[in-house]
């Protein structure tokens, strides 16, 4: 029996896969990825439909869409690096990946900004 709401389905699955034997429990868990996945892809939209709704309250806040092109500077070796190529620091910062992976390797860590 499948059951009506995706939650519950997601309950039942699981309920089942304590209870199974070994044999059932990859049917199971097929179908439990499944609903997962399903779950997953539902809340994505509704994050997409709330971020596109989405206004800042008193207008102080502009939010542009991002140039083309646009550049920042790395937070560990401070060369610029385009947009679409930077990865994020723990602290939010602009960075290459390859700076990232040689600070990792050498211990070395990262100031961490103060906010303005």
Not at 56 to 80: Q, Y
Not at 92 to 115: F, R, S, W
Request: aromatic share 4%; with cysteine; charged share 25%.
């Amino acid at each position: 029996m499948r059951a009506r709401r995706l939650e519950d389905r997601i309950r039942d699955l699981c309920s089942r896969a304590v209870a199974a034997q070994d044999s059932e429990l990859d049917t199971i868990f097929s179908a439990l990825q499944q609903a997962l996945r399903e779950h997953n892809d539902r809340l994505r939209k509704l994050a997409a439909a709330k971020l596109a709704a989405w206004r800042p309250r008193g207008g102080g806040i502009t939010i542009l869409p991002p140039v083309s092109g646009a550049s920042f500077e790395c937070a560990i070796c401070s060369k610029p690096i385009p947009l679409e190529d930077s990865k994020v620091s723990e602290y939010g910062q602009p960075i290459h990946e390859e700076c990232y992976v040689a600070k990792l390797t050498t211990g070395q860590h990262l100031p961490q900004q103060q906010a303005n």
